[in-house]
C-alpha cells in the first residue's frame, strides 16, 4: 500500500556553542514529507520503506539582537518498522542529503550526509488513516558547526 506522510514538529539544538558574536541558536520547528509503500509481514509488522525532504528552521540571535537563523533542509531514504492494530509502536530511521544555511556571517552554508533516528506511536482507529506522535534525533554533517537537534510533534499517515 502507497503510504503518505505528513509531519510537524518542535526542534529543540543539542551540540550548538554559543559563538563569539553571542549568537545563540535556540528552538525552532519543522516540517517532513515521506512517501513510501507498506508492505504487512507475519505476526502484524508493517515495513515501509520511505524517502522525503524534511525542512527545520531553528531562531538565532546574537548580543546586539541581530537574527540569525539557520535552515536545515534534508531528502532522505530510510525504513520504518510498526506493529500493532490500533495503537502502533513505531521505530525508523533515515540516511540522505542536508544542508544548513544561517543569515550569520561567520557560518557559512555548508551541506552533508543527514542521518535520523526515530520513534513514534500511532493511533489507527480509521481504515486507512493513522495519527501520532513522534520523537527524533537528526543530524546534519555540515561542518563548521554540524547542526544536531531533536525533534518531537504530530504526524499523519494515509494509505492508498
Given amino acids: 500500500m502507497l503510504e503518505l506522510g505528513f509531519d510537524l514538529e518542535g526542534a ?29 509481514l507475519q505476526g502484524g509488522l508493517r515495513f515501509t520503506p520511505e524517502g522525503g525532504y524534511g525542512y527545520d528552521h531553528l531562531f538565532a540571535s546574537d548580543d546586539a539582537g541581530n537574527a540569525y537563523s539557520w535552515d536545515m533542509h534534508r531528502f532522505f531514504g530510510g525504513a520504518r518498522l510498526a506493529f500493532g492494530r490500533f495503537l502502533v509502536p513505531v521505530i525508523y530511521a533515515h540516511l540522505g542529503y542536508g544542508w544548513r544555511r544561517t543569515g550569520d556571517p561567520s557560518v557559512p552554508e555548508a551541506g552533508g550526509l543527514a542521518f535520523d533516528v526515530g520513534g513514534a506511536l500511532d493511533l489507527r482507529v480509521v481504515p486507512h488513516f493513522g495519527i501520532g506522535l513522534h520523537f527524533e534525533y537528526a543530524t546534519i554533517d555540515a561542518e563548521p558547526y554540524a547542526p544536531a537537534w531533536t525533534a518531537f510533534g504530530l504526524h499523519v499517515d494515509l494509505l492508498f
Fill in 12 to 40: 529543540v539544538p543539542v551540540n550548538l556553542p554559543r559563538f563569539l558574536d553571542g549568537n545563540d541558536v535556540q528552538g525552532g520547528g519543522g516540517i517532513k514529507v515521506r512517501v513510501g509503500e507498506q508492505i504487512r
